[in-house]
């Protein structure tokens, strides 16, 4: 797991060990992608994720994600947006790569569907 002195950025990606679970939540060691911003990131035990799930979605609350060097995927992926999670820092393990700046408007209007914003 990672050193509680590291520094969580919004639109990093981590594995996180997302068990246990219950019913349809998302389970397993996933990549996830740290959506809270950066201000809350401060010295947060705590982090808001969105796990990314393989193959792309036509879902409304799903960003679909190409992999590259920067975000380190080894496949294409979907973020779930309606499958947030608030875990603890403890969850948090190796860091995977950097989402591309380019898909935080798809994150946004995922978001505003989501939470009727």
Not at 79 to 105: F, M, P, T, W
């Amino acid at each position: 797991m990672v050193s509680q002195m590291t520094e969580f950025k919004r639109l990093d990606i981590y594995w996180v060990d997302l068990e246990p679970t219950k019913g349809t939540e998302t389970k397993k060691l996933r990549p996830c992608v740290i959506v809270q911003s950066d201000l809350v990131n401060i010295q947060s035990k705590t982090l808001v994720v969105a796990p990314m799930l393989p193959n792309h979605k036509s879902w409304p609350f799903a960003v679909n994600l190409t992999p590259t060097s920067n975000n380190g995927l080894d496949k294409d992926r979907h973020i779930n947006l309606k499958q947030l999670r608030a875990v603890d820092i403890s969850r948090i393990g190796k860091k995977q790569g950097r989402l591309e700046s380019e898909y935080l408007q798809s994150i946004k209007q995922a978001f505003t569907l989501v939470f009727d914003l």
